[in-house]
């Protein structure tokens, strides 16, 4: 597996970059802005675009959707209970002085269990509703792609629209925190961790 981190926009936030090695066929998680970075990124790496997924619909995270599609195609796919902060992109934007994002259209909603596939790599999506109401995590075997779901020692903020703490505790601990030790765990912001290390060490799970 083929994982790439950069770092994009104001906001910092962590796009990815996954590709099956034996196949060449790749997806990109949450591209939140300098679309002509990812798009130049992917091209080197010689993949073909599968799927553009994003973990929720805040524009931090979504503001390059529209630029890579029309660059490299693939389907964006996200949980349906995001689409509303999608199209309230342009005031998100304008709330931090930001140009709006060009729009876009979600060609595949996706929900608790699917099954996605990009060559001979599997992933499982895990519905964790809480920072947003449509946040999704992408589980494989080795690796959770959470977005603004679980950070190093920290979780995501709850106080936006839609958002709720009881919600996003339970969401990590039911959805999460049953994963085996050793996944990595790659954040929508800051450095990635690991279940075990956020299971043991992070505050809003042990009660410290």
Do not use: W
């Amino acid at each position: 597996m083929v994982t790439e981190t950069l770092i994009v926009g104001p906001f910092q936030v962590n796009c990815y970059i996954v590709g099956c090695e034996e196949s060449g066929e790749g997806m990109i998680i949450d591209p939140g802005d300098e679309a002509e970075v990812i798009v130049a990124r992917f091209r080197e790496l010689g993949l073909k675009l599968k799927y553009i997924l994003l973990t929720h619909g805040h524009v931090d995270h979504i503001s390059a959707v529209a630029e890579v599609r029309h660059a490299l195609g693939g389907k964006i796919a996200m949980n349906a209970k995001d689409h509303f902060l999608v199209e309230s992109a342009g005031a998100q934007a304008a709330i931090f002085d930001l140009q709006p994002p060009a729009p876009f259209t979600v060609d595949q909603n996706l929900s608790d269990g699917d099954q996605l596939t990009v060559g001979t790599l599997a992933f499982k999506v895990l519905e964790t509703p809480g920072h947003s109401p449509g946040g999704i995590c992408f589980q494989s075997d080795v690796a959770v792609f959470v977005g603004d779901t679980l950070f190093f020692d920290s979780i995501g903020r709850t106080d936006l629209p839609g958002g709720s703490y009881e919600q996003l505790l339970r969401s990590i601990r039911d959805k999460l925190l049953p994963l085996p030790d050793n996944v990595r765990v790659f954040p929508g912001h800051g450095q990635p961790t690991s279940i075990g290390r956020e299971r043991k060490y992070n505050p809003f799970l042990t009660g410290d």
